[in-house]
């Protein structure tokens, strides 16, 4: 069997590329009747994830800035699922905490949040030093947002004792490599904050999951032509991860060169940035 790269399985699992998660049944077993609430849900592994848990019976609640996320929605109660929608836009932060507030009152505690909505932008330094409103922007959509729209629903579910929260991140996090410096900023800024209130969480009952996803062939990488060849998950994988983390609540899902990838870059930062240097001279 050959991965969507045309690479095999096997090798991509080596890689730490393959989205190898639980069946049905075990996802069923933790998510049916209970609210699952998603953001970036309107396509990508946001989608997939959704048309996932609706499937086997969890009501899931559908953030998204664009329209598309009817769609999903209507794709899950087509399969007999239950989906409710908000539409907002992350980069307003009071927005996002409003719509907290709202999923709360109208649908309860979730039993588990999935903090999946993310940007990103390709961009050298030299290109965007005079476009600072694109840090903002990934800012917002990566670290902000998401951190406004989860503390009305943290407040409640340590209040309960329970619940679980899963980051989707990227490989970017533990590497962060040229071209990508505001969007790895952003996501590890995120993470840098989960890191923290982990141990907090879980004193009060609710399980964190980081997952660092390497390459994923979605709408966010397509503009970035020299991916289309490169191996990579699908959307369907990366969605088998998320269901691998709602099951069985590991701290991190990462891939073994990105943890390798990160120690080298701690220990031995000029090493770091002699290698990065090296692969990447001719690519810009």
């Known amino acids: 069997m050959r991965g969507n790269q045309g690479w095999p ?13 639980p069946g049905p049944d075990a996802v ?38 664009g329209e598309e996320v009817e769609d999903v929605a209507g794709r899950v109660r087509t ?44 961009r050298s330094l030299a290109d965007y030093t005079d476009r600072f409103h694109d840090v903002q922007r990934l800012a917002g959509v990566n670290a902000l947002g998401p951190i406004a729209l989860l503390l009305p629903l943290l407040r409640e579910m340590t209040a309960d004792g329970a ?5 989707v991140a990227s490989a970017s996090v533990d590497v962060p490599s040229p071209g990508y410096s505001a969007y790895a900023a952003s996501k590890s800024a995120f993470e840098a904050w989960l890191r923290a209130v982990a141990p907090e969480l879980a004193a009060d009952g609710v399980a964190t999951t ?39 609540r590991p701290r991190l899902i990462s891939p073994w060169w990105a943890r390798l990838g990160g120690a080298v870059s701690a220990l031995a930062p000029a090493t770091s940035d002699l290698l990065l240097r090296t692969a990447l001279r001719n690519r810009w």
Request: proline content about 3%; aromatic content about 2%.
């Open 9 to 21: 399985v096997a090798v991509r699992a080596l890689l730490g590329m393959a989205g190898f998660g």
């Open 28 to 65: 069923r077993e933790v998510v049916t009747g209970r609210t699952v609430l998603i953001t970036g849900a309107s396509r990508g592994v946001g989608e997939r994830i959704a048309i996932r848990l609706g499937a086997v019976g969890a009501h899931v609640v559908l953030l998204a800035r």
């Open 79 to 122: 399969l007999g699922g239950r989906a409710d929608t908000y539409r907002v836009d992350l980069r307003d932060t009071d927005a996002a905490r409003t719509t907290a507030e709202a999923a709360l009152r109208e649908h309860g505690t979730p039993a588990v949040v999935i903090s999946n909505a993310g940007h990103s932008i390709r």
């Open 163 to 167: 619940g679980h929260l899963i980051s």
């Open 210 to 248: 980081s997952i660092h996803l390497p390459l994923v062939h979605t709408a966010m990488s397509a503009p970035t032509a020299r991916y289309a060849t490169a191996p990579g998950l699908g959307a369907d994988d990366a969605a088998a991860l998320v269901c691998r983390a709602i099951v069985d």
